[in-house]
Every structure is written in C-alpha cells, then in structure tokens.
C-alpha cells in the first residue's frame, strides 16, 4: 500500500505504479478516475443546496472508499454516508481509510444488489461506480433512493454504449444501435434511456443533472421524483429513436429502418445548474469541459455534427460556430468531439451555409 492524496484526502490504496492495470490490484484504485471524484463532488454539493440540506448518501462499490470519503471530506452534502463493498480486504481498506480521515461512516461487506434492497427507501443519493456497467445494479439503486433523490452512475462500457457490440447492447441496455458519427452522444443517451425505462418501471421520473463523456468512461447523475404520471411524461417526452442516414438526423416516435434506439433525447444536463459548479482551477481541462457542458446543455438536438461530415472545411470549430450563429443558426462547441459542434438545424441547412464557405475558402 501507498499513501496518496486525491482533492482533501489522503488515503492508502495498492501502489498504482506497481499494478498497470487498476482491476488487476488487491483493491481498485484509478487514479485517472479523479477528475469523475471531482466533478461528483461538485455536482453533491450542489444538489445539496438545492435540496436545502445534507443528505443520506450511499456508494455501494466503494472499493478504497476514495469517492465517499471525498464526498465527506470536500462538500457539506452528506449528513450519512453507507459504503460498502464485496470485497473483504476493500472493507478493511476503506475503514483505514476512513479513520485516517476523521471520518465515520456506515461500511458494509455484501453484495451491491443486497444491500440497496435491504436499505429500502432510505438514501437521497446513490453512486454506482462499478466496474463496466451499472446495468446489474440499476434496478436495486431504485429500490434504495427516496422521492427527490439523486442517482449518479458511472459506465466504463463505452465500446457497447457507444454500438461497436450490437448484440451486447441490445442484451445488456435493451437498444438497438450502429455506428454514427455522433457515437459518443448515442452512447450516453443509450445510458440515460436505459436509466429512464428502469426508473420508470419502478415509478420515477428522471431528470438528468450532468452527462458527459471522457475518453474511458461516461458518468450521468440524474435528480429523481417519484410519480407514476411523471414517470410515463418523461418516458413519453424523453424517449425516441434517432434515424441516421447519409449525414441526415431526425427524432421518430417509433423504431424504423436505420434508426437507433430508444435513446434518451430529453436534456442531456441543467445548464444552470453546471454553470454556478465552482470551477477546479487546480484543473485546466476540468474547468474547460464544465464550460463547454453549460454551453452544449442549451442545444435542443439530440446529436453533434463533426466537420468533416460538411466536405474539407478549412476552417476551425470556432470559426464555424461562429458563421452558422451569424446565419441565425444556434450552435455550440461539444465536449464530445474535438472537431464536433452542436447546432439545432437540420444537416441540409447546415450544408447549405458551410458549403456557400466552402467554396468561398477554396477559391
Ligand atoms: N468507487 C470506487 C472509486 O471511486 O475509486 C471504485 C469502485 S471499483 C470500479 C468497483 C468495486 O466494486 C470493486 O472494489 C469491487 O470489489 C466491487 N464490487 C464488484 N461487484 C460487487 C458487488 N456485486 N457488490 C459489491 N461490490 C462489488
């Protein structure tokens, strides 16, 4: 074991420079996991206030305990907090940990599912930070949060997500997917549709809070009410197919050839909500894709286009945003692709305007 310092805490975890692959040591440890700890942290704080006090906060794959004990440590959201892992040697762990941090905590030693069920309706926020999906804990996280909660998950299936394994994601998530250009958006709104139907069979409705991407994971937290009417509007509103074809998008009601789906289509965060988040400045990159989430939050379509779909543009993202913004057109940077931009226009308008500049640069 090592010491280590992640945000306010120290703690111990099996030396990462010895265990190349983080799921291959004693107990998990991922180091390029922080900026997820920190954002989370953020984002508990702020549902917190918005809530107008601290709250019963459960992680159920707590592994070295790191994310609660941050949680605890760095925001004033958390009046209980339950950790728990299947792991016996992580429980150890996490109670040295927790007790290096002056902190107390409730640790249990099961399985994820058990313990969601036998905590009830108890917890305003559950975190399920698995290894791979969170599909197998999903349906529990809903028997364990309370109206007015908060669940936040972490996926780092992102190949199936995103359509590369058709047939797992159909099995695994319930969706048909392909290829897109706009993959990485298909892949979180599969996760949030996914979400939204579980909710729904359980009576909630969701409300997605963040949702984003980075390279090896997708991380969503979405604020929960219970109602079985609400559930079904958000179902009704929220849920759709995305038919691709030939760089053309549109949203259908039902699944049709070439569509993808159903795919939460709804917002993907509340841009007010991710615009007041205090900005890590220790972050550069933190601080930059928490800006460019509170910008793309107030696009309405359900996709991003990437430059190259529009010919050979010599032009930067920025410069294009800003010619479609002066054609009336409202668009946006993307977290999601370097060379991708939201915009609520149809691909042939799009094409339209950027191909009038085409010409205009090539000549
Ligand atoms: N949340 C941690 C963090 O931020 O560092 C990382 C958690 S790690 C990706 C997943 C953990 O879940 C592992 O420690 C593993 O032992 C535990 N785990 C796997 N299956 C479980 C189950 N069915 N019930 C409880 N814990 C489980």
Redesign the pocket.
Known sequence: LVLLREGRAEFWAPDPAKYNDPARAP????RY?ARN?TISTLVLSAFSELKGGPLVVC??????G??GIRYALETKAVERLIL????SQ?VDLIKKNLELNGLSAEVYNE???ILLRRLGRQCDVVDL???GSPAPFMESAFQAIRDGGMLCATATDTAVLVGNYKDKALRRYGVRLFKTPFYVEVGLRALLGYIARVAAANDFAIEPLIAYWERHYFRVCVAVREGAREASDVLRRGLAYIVYLGGIRRVARRETAHSLGPLWVGPLGEPDLVARLPRPQEDRSAVELLNTLTAEYTTVSPWYYLSQEFGDLKMEVRELIDLLLSNGVYATPTHMAPYGFKADAPYGELYLILSRDIGRWQL
């Open positions: 107990v998990f440890y991922n996991m700890r992680e159920p794959l707590s592994a070295t790191i994310r728990n892992d299947i792991s992580a399985d994820a599912n930070d698995p290894f």
